[in-house]
């Protein structure tokens, strides 16, 4: 099995797709609107996915996070509010807000385990600074470490309640990018001091399956390699002082943050100590390189694959998804 994700060029798989997946074996896949029309159309392509790699419990991700970040939505399925929603409430009702939180988690798993998904890419632990980048601060939890991580416990639970994996992102923490890293590489120079808060909501919930990196250079840990590259970052500070033992996946390799062939940059982040490549776009060149520089996916890191999907196995539905998000709306409504 290769460490990678990889992203399909369209609503099924074509015949060179196929061919190409069945041979490379990667972890799993991750879809986005341009994979998905209506319930029908999505229920095969998952089942597909899953038939060609003969694997039950195999990654099928998605970003589902709500708000802006929706790659299901109106009107084949319901709209979901972002993180800031939560936040709100929290001022008045933290009681309240954790509890919307989850019902919110366990209704997206609900209607992502309907259509096959089993992995979605949430919660949000980084923490909002005045200057955070807009593509950060519309989807976050808040600025307030525990009040983030109490959420984010919130959501972790909600998913795996409704039968999907939840990944923490993004680690170590992209509240202080003042860039958004599809486009550009952020630079943080916050002092070590400053970014323990930062690492308070991913140490608060280190025992989390599966968590994503940043592209983001931290002068304070490794000025010269984001962190995704950095094994400096993913080793002394993502897997010693945070904690975190899950399956760690890179943030989509092709955003502009990070420099180099699609290669280069796969390699580069196993090296550093990731164990998933995260490729999101479907292009047949990139993907066919990123195989041939990635070898098999080590014992450990197939260990925590294994981990995080089996905390998934045999999960019960919490109730109707309709019903989940009536009880989100009600709490929501207190705020």
Same mark, same amino acid.
């Given at each position: 099995?290769?460490?990678?994700?990889?992203?399909?060029?369209?609503?099924?798989?074509?015949?060179?797709?196929?061919?190409? %997946?069945?041979?490379?074996?990667? &972890?799993?896949?991750?879809?986005?609107?341009?994979?998905?029309?209506?319930?029908?159309?999505?229920?095969?392509?998952?089942?597909?996915?899953?038939?060609?790699?003969?694997?039950?419990? +195999?990654?099928?991700?998605?970003?589902?996070?709500?708000?802006?970040?929706?790659?299901?939505?109106?009107?084949?399925?319901?709209?979901?509010?972002?993180?800031?929603? %939560?936040?709100?409430?929290? #001022?008045?009702?933290?009681?309240?807000?954790?509890?919307?939180?989850?019902?919110?988690?366990?209704?997206?798993?609900?209607?992502?385990?309907?259509?096959?998904?089993?992995?979605?890419?949430?919660?949000? +632990?980084?923490?909002?600074?005045?200057?955070?980048?807009?593509?950060?601060?519309?989807?976050?939890?808040?600025?307030?470490?525990?009040?983030?991580?109490?959420?984010?416990?919130?959501?972790?639970?909600?998913?795996?309640?409704?039968?999907? &994996?939840?990944?923490?992102?993004?680690?170590?923490?992209?509240?202080?990018?003042?860039?958004?890293?599809?486009?550009?590489?952020?630079? &943080?120079?916050?002092?070590?001091?400053? +970014?323990?808060? !930062?690492?308070?909501?991913?140490?608060?919930?280190?025992?989390?399956?599966?968590?994503?990196?940043?592209?983001?250079? %931290?002068?304070?840990? !490794?000025?010269?390699?984001?962190?995704?590259?950095?094994?400096?970052?993913?080793?002394? &500070?993502?897997?010693?002082?945070?904690?975190?033992?899950?399956?760690?996946?890179?943030?989509?390799?092709?955003?502009?943050?990070?420099?180099?062939?699609?290669?280069?940059?796969?390699?580069?982040?196993?090296?550093?100590?990731?164990?998933?490549?995260?490729?999101?776009?479907?292009?047949?060149?990139?993907?066919?390189?990123?195989?041939?520089?990635?070898? #098999?996916?080590?014992?450990?890191?197939?260990?925590?694959?294994?981990?995080?999907?089996?905390?998934?196995?045999?999960?019960?539905?919490?109730?109707?998804?309709?019903? +989940?998000?009536?009880?989100?709306?009600?709490?929501?409504?207190?705020?």
């Amino acid at each position: 099995m290769k460490p990678v994700i990889y992203g399909l060029s369209g609503l099924t798989l074509t015949p060179g797709e196929r061919s190409f %997946f069945g041979q490379a074996d990667p &972890v799993g896949y991750i879809l986005f609107k341009r994979n998905i029309a209506d319930r029908a159309q999505l229920r095969a392509l998952t089942d597909d996915l899953r038939a060609l790699s003969g694997r039950d419990d +195999l990654p099928i991700l998605i970003d589902q996070e709500g708000g802006r970040v929706a790659r299901m939505g109106p009107p084949e399925w319901p709209a979901f509010p972002a993180g800031p929603a %939560f936040d709100a409430l929290y #001022e008045t009702a933290p009681i309240s807000a954790i509890e919307a939180a989850r019902a919110n988690a366990q209704a997206i798993a609900l209607m992502l385990a309907e259509m096959g998904i089993t992995v979605d890419c949430l919660p949000l +632990l980084d923490v909002s600074q005045p200057d955070t980048t807009e593509a950060i601060s519309t989807r976050a939890l808040g600025s307030e470490p525990m009040r983030v991580a109490a959420m984010g416990r919130a959501i972790i639970e909600g998913l795996r309640d409704g039968g999907v &994996v939840g990944v923490v992102k993004h680690m170590p923490g992209h509240g202080r990018a003042r860039v958004d890293t599809h486009y550009h590489l952020p630079t &943080v120079t916050a002092s070590e001091a400053e +970014l323990e808060i !930062d690492l308070a909501p991913f140490r608060a919930l280190a025992g989390a399956p599966m968590g994503m990196t940043s592209h983001i250079v %931290f002068e304070a840990w !490794d000025p010269d390699r984001p962190s995704t590259l950095s094994p400096i970052v993913i080793e002394e &500070v993502i897997r010693q002082r945070i904690g975190f033992d899950g399956l760690l996946m890179t943030d989509d390799i092709d955003m502009k943050a990070l420099t180099g062939s699609a290669g280069d940059k796969a390699e580069g982040a196993i090296a550093a100590g990731c164990d998933v490549v995260l490729d999101c776009w479907g292009r047949m060149d990139e993907m066919e390189e990123i195989a041939s520089r990635l070898g #098999e996916m080590p014992a450990k890191s197939l260990e925590r694959l294994e981990r995080a999907m089996a905390t998934i196995a045999g999960a019960k539905p919490p109730g109707e998804m309709a019903e +989940l998000i009536a009880r989100r709306d009600t709490l929501l409504g207190m705020a």
